[in-house]
């Protein structure tokens, strides 16, 4: 059973114009969100990250907007560069420390962004 | 500081064989983990350890073993490696598993195929 979902596998878009990319999860006890890039041949690297008491958080050109009633998280890039092209993965975390998931992450199964010049 | 490192970088075996993936950070972490990452499934959760000497399974923990005897090194070994195996693994590492507080730091993977 997939908690954490990117039911798009892959999205392609315009240099300059904004990607959106979608994730959403079943498990009420995550309330710690996480975007991670990988490009091919590397490990993921972290992006931005939301806690469940805000809707929102920016950094320069991502965003990430958190919706807790419907279980659903997006990141936004604008404007979008083909230095943006990779895999996109959304990752949740229950955030109490000590408990037996303390740490643990559930990915989803990731997202191709494809940006044209 | 070379961050999290992994090796080997590719690696073939064949069915029953066992191979131990190394994974060393220089980072003072206390908190390193194992994940898989396998096509439409993302990366999911094999072991993971909160210091030196505590581990703990994760999501997929059939068929590897962890140890931490030291801060800076968390091997994953495959004791009888079975085609099902065959994946790209990913060795992490933070400060602590409060990732709300620590960014959690990816080594670059070890593809890993079985025959």
């Known amino acids: 059973d997939q908690q954490v979902k990117q039911n798009s596998p892959s999205l392609s878009v315009q240099e300059g114009r904004i990607s959106i990319l979608n994730c959403d999860y079943t498990n009420s006890m995550f309330d710690y969100f996480l975007w991670y890039k990988k490009y091919p041949a590397e490990g993921p690297t972290f992006l931005i990250s939301i806690s469940s008491i805000k809707d929102k958080n920016e950094d320069g050109r991502f965003t990430v907007f958190l919706n807790k009633s419907a279980k659903h998280l997006s990141l936004h890039i604008v404007p979008s560069q083909p230095g943006d092209s990779a895999v996109y993965f959304c990752?949740?975390?229950?955030?109490?420390?000590?408990?037996?998931?303390?740490?643990?992450?559930?990915f989803g199964q990731g997202t191709i962004l494809t940006v044209h010049p | 500081n070379a961050g999290v490192t992994q090796t080997p970088k590719f690696q073939v075996l064949k069915t029953g064989q066992s191979m131990t993936l190394q994974c060393a950070q220089d980072?003072?972490?206390?908190?390193m983990s194992w994940y898989r990452q396998d096509p439409g499934m993302g990366l999911r959760l094999i072991h993971y350890?909160?210091?030196?000497?505590?581990?703990d399974q994760g999501e997929v923990p059939n068929g590897y073993n962890v140890s931490r005897s030291t801060t800076e090194d968390f091997p994953l070994r495959l004791l009888s490696a079975a085609p099902s195996q065959t994946s790209v693994y990913f060795c992490?590492?933070?400060?602590?598993?409060?990732?709300?507080?620590?960014?959690?730091?990816f080594g670059p993977g070890t593809r890993l195929t079985v025959l």
């Open positions: 350890s909160v210091g030196a000497g505590i581990t």
């Open positions: 990752a949740a975390s229950p955030q109490k420390a000590g408990g037996t998931s303390y740490g643990k992450l559930t």
């Open positions: 980072m003072n972490h206390e908190y």
């Open positions: 992490a590492s933070s400060l602590t598993g409060d990732l709300s507080y620590n960014e959690q730091f």
